[in-house]
């Protein structure tokens, strides 16, 4: 089983490495617009006082927390956890399929290992390259934000806000392998995993702009809602159970599943 | 013309998935039209004088959301997302799957020429993104005209699926290409990942910076953007030709890569 979790981890090992310097790259690229935001931002707020009492409230506050160092922060971290989904849902696609893709299942099912120490083993190797991916994002984001802004920020938060791409992460892990026990031999896993993150992306974009309430609940990248945590500084305690509760029902889902699956 | 019968018939239900999951983005997104139509005025002015950045970082853009049409233009854009990936998948796909499936050898023993191979298979995928493409609008025409009857709002939208199918067209032919010059579908996958995320961040980090806008050109998803086609009320002649150059330019290669191309079975 040690010996499946470090194959698997090598496979990856590229992949993994390729994730996070792009990671890496994108928040740095994103960051460096920040300056001529928060130039465009202050000439704007100067613009405003001009305008009714009303018109500032209902604007002036929202502004002042979207184009402040964390605010736009978030705003860019939505795309990274694009990125980071894809990532985890691809990995948790291939826990089963890979081995009925390149004919290699019944080499491994041969072995004196249990069908629920291979799963194991292959979860957990998922698992670490997720969050040596998030990790490394983690500390590079936090020296990328200093880097094109003096404003002082609050670290908790800063935390709260980048680890929720971890979470919404071990979520996608989670539906891939479940879908790839459910559905395998699974054709085409681009196809399966683009469709899968970008719908559920597209749709929390929509339910951004449309301000449904209940759409919040149908995708996870709405559970982390920014705008709450840098407003409160925690996360919404009710969509991290549901995300708990989610997580559970597809693991055992899926340990169930692989355990009486016809391999082709 | 057997080969082109199958491939639609292969496709049908994943088209038949696609559709619905656009019919539901645009039922989704304009069920909440009604409500924000009437706060909309009074905001448009103010917005204008918004510096783009913030627009974008806001979600606004330029729209005028107090029309059903304007506000469309917000669903538009996720529509165009939806669609492109359909396109590139289903290019690549083409190509791909005969491999993946074992089933190449069977296909290159029949008696066709792998130009011929390539040209039915190319019909198949621009069959079924112009499918896609004529649901969307079927729905989204019926979907508006609830709201309200405006010529003017129907050549518009004619105008925006338009440039859409222009998109899915460039994905489509790219998908083609990535998956003729790559051996393996992992590959394949990955470049085609990487392609689609590229392109699409691409377009964010332009709406978000003024010196970047150079760089419109290497992203799809700037040349027919709702914003400007709805001022406008045409498509950008550059970028037509732009399109036009790039599909062509990638059908071709994939031609003459196709051709001699070593089966990886």
């Known amino acids: ?264 | 013309m057997n080969l082109y019968l199958k491939e639609l018939k292969s496709s049908r239900k994943s088209l038949f998935f696609w559709s619905l999951g656009m019919v539901f983005m645009i039922v989704a997104g304009m069920s909440k039209y009604g409500s924000l139509a009437t706060t909309g005025q009074s905001l448009n002015e103010l917005m204008n004088t918004m510096p783009q950045s913030i627009q974008a970082i806001m979600g606004i853009g330029t729209l005028d959301l107090s029309t059903p049409i304007g506000y469309f233009g917000v669903v538009f854009s996720n529509l165009i997302l939806i669609a492109s990936i359909h396109a590139i998948l289903m290019g690549a796909n083409m190509i791909a799957k005969e491999e993946t499936d074992k089933t190449a050898e069977f296909l290159l023993t029949k008696p066709l020429s792998r130009a011929q191979i390539l040209s039915a298979k190319l019909c198949a995928t621009v069959t079924s993104i112009l499918l896609l493409n004529i649901i969307t609008s079927v729905v989204s025409m019926i979907i508006l005209s609830a709201y309200y009857s405006e010529a003017s709002s129907l050549t518009s939208l004619m105008l925006l699926m338009t440039g859409m199918f222009f998109v899915q067209l460039i994905f489509a032919s790219l998908g083609i290409f990535i998956a003729t010059i790559n051996k393996s579908v992992k590959k394949t996958s990955a470049i085609a990942t990487a392609a689609l995320l590229i392109t699409y961040l691409l377009s964010i980090a332009i709406n978000l910076s003024k010196p970047l806008e150079n760089l419109q050109y290497l992203t799809p998803f700037k040349y027919f953007e709702a914003k400007t086609i709805l001022v406008d009320q045409s498509l950008d002649p550059l970028f037509l030709m732009l399109t036009l150059c790039i599909v062509v330019l990638f059908t071709s290669f994939s031609y003459g890569i196709f051709k001699n191309r070593d089966l990886q079975i």
Not at chain 1, 60 to 83: A, D, Q
Not at chain 1, 98 to 114: Q, Y
């Open chain 1, 1 to 264: 089983m040690m010996n499946l979790f470090r194959h698997e981890l090598r496979v990856s090992r590229n992949a993994t490495i390729i994730w996070t310097l792009s990671l890496s790259g994108l928040i740095l690229f994103f960051m460096s617009m920040y300056p001529a935001i928060s130039s465009d931002a202050k000439a704007f707020q100067n613009l405003l006082e001009s305008y009714p009492q009303e018109v500032l409230v209902s604007l002036g506050i929202s502004l002042e927390t979207i184009t402040s160092l964390l605010g736009f922060y978030s705003y860019v971290f939505t795309y990274i956890v694009l990125c980071t989904s894809i990532q985890a849902v691809q990995l948790g696609l291939q826990i089963i399929s890979k081995e009925s893709r390149d004919k290699t299942a019944d080499f491994l099912l041969t072995k004196p290992v249990t069908r629920t120490s291979i799963i194991t083993a292959k979860l957990m190797a998922a698992l670490v390259l997720i969050l040596i991916t998030n990790g490394i994002f983690m500390v590079v984001a936090r020296f990328t934000l200093p880097l094109f802004s003096d404003q002082s920020f609050d670290t908790s938060t800063f935390l709260l806000i980048t680890s929720s791409s971890l979470w919404i992460a071990f979520f996608f892990l989670f539906i891939g392998m479940m879908a790839s026990a459910l559905l395998s031999p699974i054709k085409s896993v681009i196809a399966l995993s683009l469709s899968m993150v970008f719908g559920f992306f597209v749709f929390s974009m929509l339910g951004a702009v449309v301000g449904e309430e209940t759409i919040r609940y149908f995708t996870p990248f709405h559970y982390y809602d920014t705008a709450y945590i840098l407003a409160h500084g925690t996360y919404e305690w009710d969509f991290v159970w549901i995300e708990v509760g989610l997580i559970l029902v597809m693991g055992v889902l899926s340990y169930f599943l692989y355990r009486k699956k016809d391999i082709y």
